[in-house]
Structure formats: C-alpha cells, structure tokens
C-alpha cells in the first residue's frame, strides 16, 4: 500500500507535468487534482507545499539542477523535469525528508510515469544535485 506521501508525490508530479505542457495555472491544476483518484489517500499539506513551491521557484530549482544535467532542461522529458522538480523542492525545503528517501522517491516516480530508462537517468541527477544540496548528509552518508 502507498503511503499518503507517495501519493502527494504522484500527484505533484501529474500536476507539475500538466502545468510544463499547458502553462495552466497552480489553482487550477490544484481544483482538479482534487478530483483525482487517490486524492483521498495523499498527504493534501504536503501536495500543496510540493505542487504550489515548485511552481512558485520553479525558475530557481531550474537553475539548481541545471549543472547536474547534460543537456539543457528544457530538453528533458516532462514527465523526467517534473520529477527533478519535485525532489529538488523536497531536498531544499523538507529537510526531515532524508535525502536518500527523496531520491528513491523520485525514482520511483520516474519508474511510474516515466519511459524505460528514465529513472536512471533522474537517480544519477539527484545523487549529484544531493551532494550539493544537503553535503553533510550526503558525505555523512557515503563515509558508512
């Protein structure tokens, strides 16, 4: 069973995908993922903080993980940009999330909305990205 956090991942992430297609604004991606299935399960404080943040700093966490990439963003899949977006926002603002969780989060994500190979792509950018985001944790980590 997921936890009511994936599912606000999930749905950040099918939200975050819409909005890079369409340009929709936050509220209205907000009202009709309210009428999602699953809506119930998620985590709805969380789903708000992810979607609305990352939409709000989007040009911010674009340029957090733009030296991480090999080729521009705006070159990546949307579903494979949504999901960086979502993990970069967890790792800056929900430093109780450890980063490890955030990044197989991510991986996950990108293994259910994403093509084959996708979420490889998306964990090496994340274990990159997390070493400067959280360098404590990550070097604290590596060292075990």
């Given amino acids: 069973?997921?936890?009511?956090?994936?599912?606000?991942?999930?749905?950040?992430t099918q939200g975050?995908?819409?909005w890079l297609l369409s340009g929709v604004p936050a509220g209205e991606i907000d009202?009709?993922?309210?009428?999602?299935?699953?809506?119930?399960?998620?985590d709805h404080e969380h789903l708000e903080a992810i979607l609305h943040g990352v939409i709000r700093e989007s040009d911010t966490l674009s340029a957090d993980i733009?030296?991480?990439?090999?080729?521009p963003i705006e070159q990546l899949s949307p579903v494979?940009?949504?999901?960086?977006?979502?993990?970069t926002y967890e790792l800056k603002h929900h430093i109780d999330v450890p980063?490890?969780?955030?990044?197989?989060?991510?991986v996950e994500?990108?293994?259910?909305?994403g093509g084959s190979d996708g979420y490889?792509?998306?964990?090496?950018?994340?274990?990159?990205?997390?070493?400067?985001?959280?360098?404590?944790?990550?070097?604290?980590?590596?060292?075990?």
Wanted: with cysteine.
């Fill in 99 to 106: 980063y490890r969780v955030v990044i197989n989060e991510a």
């Fill in 109 to 113: 994500l990108a293994k259910t909305f």
């Fill in 1 to 12: 069973m997921k936890s009511a956090r994936r599912r606000s991942r999930e749905l950040a």
């Fill in 66 to 71: 733009t030296p991480c990439l090999d080729r």
């Fill in 120 to 144: 490889k792509y998306v964990n090496g950018v994340l274990d990159k990205l997390s070493a400067q985001l959280r360098p404590d944790e990550s070097q604290a980590s590596r060292r075990r």
């Fill in 31 to 42: 009202a009709q993922l309210r009428g999602s299935q699953g809506y119930d399960k998620a």
């Fill in 80 to 87: 494979e940009r949504a999901v960086l977006l979502v993990a």
């Fill in 16 to 18: 975050l995908y819409q």
